[in-house]
């Protein structure tokens, strides 16, 4: 089954919406304009309940089908923030705010959520209960989590949950999915440093903590060479070295900050605990102190595997039996989906965006023409979990 006719005639709409918001990004959980954006066309659509303020500035709206003899509610959901950075597209419709910028498709996502809600208004095709969600602060404020914590589930009796998001590099269409871990869980942590300062020319007088901090980035790169199978995934990259501010002093105090990445469970605690054990042993040996504060911040997003094998029927009939990957690798990117696997049985898809640069990269930019395949691909969803009679 290809894509739905309906949507190559609401394609320049939906691109429409798509543009206004990227030309409008909005960072974290101050998603006000986009937010007010998705709440004003549901209601327009004739969404049965709009609630607003969901996890803080999360949308969620409600669609009944033509019938509700199955019982069934299902979620879709959709992420709506930008990302702090400059944009270089020279777009027409590039960010009109500086510093910010929709770099990841989060607009592409609302936007083909909002297509879908749309078409499901109109049709109402199905036997069941339909709930879009539209999410705040993906980009590292967990606001699929403030949303659960909100009572999203339970609130709206979401029983299964699905995610969609956009994959450069892949062709226009295509699908990527995999039962399990699909993405890692995505921890932060701070090692800060106290040793004693003192004149750069006396260093024999010192505890110098710009050295005790290299050894330390030198040390933990020990955790994934050293203890943990190489058939399993680990990342421990120190990404920020502060410390000192001027040429003739060596500080007293340096701080350190990064990120470990995991696909298991066991391999999570193991990092945390060997960071716990490197660090401090590490600074002792010269003379110094170290903490590290690790914060666990996105779970590992896995996939279930009946839900999974759903998801890739629907994309089957969408994109055909060659564009479907069912065994895609997991990447060691984090997803706040994660947050929302957990509560309720549901699985994750990349679709690909075609050529173009990188997420996160500032000449970045959702491909309209995925458009119409992500609307399809919800309705469809939809139509076959949730059959009219």
Request: charged share 20%; glycine share 10%.
């Amino acid at each position: 089954m290809p894509i739905i006719n309906r949507f190559a005639d609401l394609a320049e709409e939906i691109t429409e919406w798509r543009r206004d918001i990227h030309a409008h990004p909005e960072l974290l959980y101050d998603t006000h304009r986009t937010s007010e954006l998705v709440a004003d066309k549901l209601k327009a659509f004739g969404v049965d309940e709009v609630a607003t303020g969901i996890g803080r500035t999360g949308v969620v709206g409600v669609i009944k089908g033509k019938s509700n003899g199955s019982g069934k509610v299902i979620g879709l959901r959709a992420d709506m923030d930008a990302l702090p950075l400059d944009e270089i597209t020279g777009k027409p419709y590039a960010s009109t705010v500086p510093g910010k910028m929709h770099a990841c498709g989060h607009d592409g996502h609302t936007a083909m959520l909002l297509g879908a809600a749309k078409y499901l208004s109109e049709t109402r095709n199905f036997d069941g209960t339909v709930v879009v969600i539209f999410q705040p602060a993906e980009e590292g404020g967990a606001g699929a989590k403030a949303m659960v914590d909100d009572g999203l589930m339970d609130r709206f009796g979401i029983q299964e949950v699905y995610g969609m998001h956009n994959m450069p590099g892949e062709p226009v269409g295509s699908f990527h999915i995999r039962p399990g871990a699909m993405m890692a869980a995505a921890d932060r942590i701070q090692i800060d440093i106290e040793g004693v300062g003192g004149h750069a020319a006396k260093p024999h007088e010192v505890v110098d903590t710009l050295l005790v901090g290299a050894h330390i980035i030198q040390a933990v790169q020990s955790i994934a060479s050293r203890n943990v199978d190489p058939l399993k995934s680990v990342v421990v990259s120190i990404t920020a070295f502060n410390g000192g501010f001027t040429d003739n002093v060596i500080p007293q105090t340096a701080r350190l900050r990064g990120t470990v990445r995991t696909l298991d469970a066991e391999i999570r605690d193991l990092a945390e605990k060997r960071l716990k054990e490197i660090v401090p042993t590490i600074a002792s040996a010269f003379g110094a102190k170290a903490e590290v504060n690790y914060l666990r911040d996105y779970p590992i997003t896995i996939n279930h595997a009946e839900q999974t094998d759903f998801a890739a029927g629907i994309a089957r009939k969408i994109a055909g039996d060659d564009n479907v990957v069912t065994d895609v690798a997991p990447t060691m990117g984090g997803e706040d989906f994660s947050f929302m696997l957990l509560e309720r049985p549901g699985a994750f898809i990349f679709v690909g965006n075609g050529d173009s640069a990188n997420l996160h990269h500032p000449a970045y930019d959702f491909n309209d023409e995925l458009i119409p395949v992500g609307c399809s691909y919800w309705v469809k969803l939809v139509e076959t979990a949730m059959p009219s009679s």
